[in-house]
C-alpha cells in the first residue's frame, strides 16, 4: 500500500471528535454523557459513555461543573449524593481495565470526596432527613481569588439548613492517566446554620453572599465573612472553656437580608412562604436575587430597594423548579413542573419585566437547565427521562434522548483534543512537504541542467555559422577563395 492509501486509511480509522457532548446525572447515581456527532448531526445524538454503578444510595441530586477556561483538562465535576456526601471527579485518560473508557479514551476518576454535614442523633436514633443535600454551588470572583493557584471553593446545602464551605488549596489539575488519579483533600471553612427545610441555595457572583429559601421561609442572606468570622470567634471561645454552648452559638449568625412576601390576592390572603427556587442576577452587584415559588410566582428582589419585591410575575400554573440567568444578565430561563420553558425578559428594568421566548416540544417537570458557554444552546432534563437540547434563538429543538432513569442535572462539557490524531495530522503534513520539497529540487536541477545544454548548443551553431558565413579572418582572407585558387594553380 502506498503512502496515499495508508494516509486514506488512517483517516478512515480515526473518527471525528463530536461537535458537542453533554453530562447528565440521575436518581441511581449514574452519569452519562451524551455526544452530537460532528457536522451537529443533531438527529444522531446518542450516549456514548456511562461511569458508576446503579445504586439508590448513591443517587445523584446536585450537579456542578468547573471548566475554567473552557479547557478539558481543567475540567472538575461536583455530585451531591443521597447520603450525604459532595463526590468530585474529573476526566482522565483511560489506560487500566478497571476504568470505562470511551471512544476518545477518556473514563472518570474520583479525585475528592466530603461530607457535607454530620449525622443528626435524634433520641439515640440517626435522623437522616435532614442530610438530603438540596443546593450545591463552586464558589467564584472575589472569594475565591484569581489565578491558577486560586483554591477551589465549594459551597453545599443540606435540607435541616447545614451551609457548608469548602476548600481545596492545590490548584486542580486533570491526573496523566486513570492509574494514578491525584486525590485532593477538601478542608471545611466555613459552616452556617440557616433556616430549615431548605428548597433552594444560591451564592452571589462574587462569592461573599448565599441566599437561601424553603417551604415555610421566604428569601435569607447571610454574609459568608461575617459567617467565618462569628464562626471562628465562637470556636475559641469554645476551646478556652465556655463549653458546648459557644460552639453551638458559632454557626448562628443573623442574616444579612430577610424579604417579604409579595401582594395579597384580591381576596386579601397571602400565599403561604414556600420559596423553590432562586438564583442571583448576573452584573447587578449582588442586590438583585429572582425567586420562584410554589405558586407559579417569580420575585425580583433588590437589596437596596427594602424587604419586599420590586416585581413581580405569575406565569403558568405549576411551581417553578429551575432558574438559570444567563451570563449578562438580561434573561433568566425558567422551567416549572408542568414542563414549560420560557425566558423573563429584564431588559426594561422590573417594571416591564415579562415572560417570553417559551421554548417548543418541552415536557415533564423540568428538573434542570444548563446554558452552553458559546453557542445559543440550552440542555434541559425533565420528569419523562428526556434530554432535550434547543436553540434559544430559534426555540427550535434540535435533539430529545431517552435516558431511561429519572434524571437530576445537566451540564455542558468541553470537546477533549485527539492527541493522537493530531500528531499523525502533522506527520503527513510534514510528508507533503519533504514531497513537494524534493520535487522542486528535482525540477530545478533539471532546469538548470536544460540551460546548460542549450547553452553549449547555441554556442556550437554560432561557430559553425560565422564559418559557413563566409566572414573573413583575422588575415583578411577568405579560406575558400585560397582553396580554390591553389587547385586551378596545380
Known amino acids: ?24 446525572s440521575d436518581e441511581l447515581g449514574l452519569l452519562k454523557v451524551t455526544e452530537v456527532p460532528a457536522g451537529n448531526k443533531w438527529e444522531e445524538a446518542a450516549v456514548k459513555q456511562r461511569w458508576g454503578q446503579p445504586d439508590k444510595q448513591q443517587g445523584v441530586l446536585r450537579l456542578q461543573t468547573l471548566c475554567q477556561d473552557w479547557d478539558p483538562d481543567r475540567c472538575l465535576i461536583a455530585t451531591a449524593r443521597s447520603n450525604g456526601r459532595v463526590t468530585l471527579h474529573c476526566p482522565a485518560a483511560a489506560t487500566s481495565a478497571s476504568t470505562s473508557p470511551s471512544s476518545d479514551g477518556l473514563s472518570l476518576q474520583e479525585v475528592g470526596s ?23 454551588r463552586f464558589v467564584r470572583g472575589e472569594a475565591a481569588g484569581e489565578g491558577p493557584s486560586a483554591p477551589l471553593l465549594l459551597l453545599s446545602a443540606t435540607a ?25 483533600t477538601w478542608e471545611e471553612v466555613t459552616r452556617l446554620q440557616t433556616v430549615s427545610d431548605v428548597q433552594a441555595m444560591d451564592v452571589s457572583c462574587s462569592g461573599r453572599h448565599v441566599a437561601v429559601g424553603g417551604e415555610g421561609h421566604q428569601l435569607k442572606v447571610w454574609d459568608l465573612s461575617v459567617a467565618s468570622a462569628t464562626a471562628a470567634a465562637g470556636l475559641a471561645s469554645a476551646d478556652g472553656g465556655s463549653g458546648a454552648a459557644a460552639a453551638a452559638a458559632a454557626g448562628k449568625t443573623e442574616p444579612l437580608f430577610a424579604g417579604k412576601a409579595g401582594k395579597p390576592s384580591r381576596s386579601g390572603l397571602q400565599d403561604l412562604a414556600h420559596v423553590t427556587a432562586l438564583s442571583y442576577i448576573p452584573g447587578q452587584g449582588d442586590q438583585q436575587i429572582l425567586v420562584g415559588t410554589a405558586k407559579h410566582k417569580l420575585w425580583l428582589y433588590d437589596m437596596r430597594a427594602g424587604r419586599k419585591p420590586q416585581a413581580e410575575v405569575v406565569w403558568g400554573e405549576g411551581r417553578i423548579t429551575a432558574l ?3 451570563p449578562d444578565g438580561q434573561r433568566v430561563w425558567v422551567g416549572n413542573g408542568r414542563g414549560q420553558v420560557e425566558a423573563l425578559d429584564l431588559r426594561g428594568g422590573p417594571a416591564k419585566m415579562a415572560m417570553g421566548h417559551a421554548l417548543k416540544g418541552s415536557a415533564g417537570s423540568i428538573r434542570a437547565l444548563s446554558l452552553h458557554p458559546s453557542e445559543p444552546l440550552i440542555a434541559s432534563v425533565s420528569l419523562d427521562r428526556h434530554l432535550r437540547l434547543h436553540h434559544t434563538g430559534t426555540r427550535a429543538l434540535l435533539s430529545r434522548v431517552y435516558l431511561k432513569q429519572a434524571l437530576t442535572g445537566v451540564a455542558w462539557l468541553p470537546i477533549p483534543t485527539q492527541r493522537g490524531t493530531n500528531a499523525e495530522e502533522e506527520e503527513e503534513e510534514a510528508d507533503r512537504n519533504g514531497d513537494v520539497e524534493e520535487q522542486m529540487e528535482e525540477e530545478e536541477g533539471a532546469a538548470a541542467v536544460g540551460v546548460d545544454v542549450g547553452g553549449r548548443r547555441a554556442k556550437k551553431g554560432r561557430k559553425s555559422g560565422a564559418s559557413s558565413s563566409g566572414k573573413p579572418h583575422r588575415d583578411g582572407s577568405q579560406k575558400k577563395d585560397k582553396n580554390k585558387k591553389s587547385k586551378k594553380d596545380k
Open 324 to 326: 438559570l440567568p444567563q
Open 160 to 184: 435541616g439548613g447545614s451551609v457548608a464551605l469548602h476548600r481545596c488549596s492545590a490548584p486542580h489539575e486533570a491526573p496523566a492517566s486513570a492509574a494514578a488519579p491525584v486525590v485532593q
Open 1 to 24: 500500500m502506498g503512502e496515499g492509501g495508508k494516509r486514506k486509511a488512517r483517516q478512515e480509522e480515526a473518527p471525528a471528535p463530536p461537535s458537542h457532548r453533554i453530562l447528565t
Open 114 to 136: 466530603f461530607r457535607a454535614a454530620p449525622p443528626a442523633c435524634t433520641s439515640g436514633r440517626t435522623d437522616t432527613s435532614t442530610q438530603e443535600l438540596r443546593g450545591l
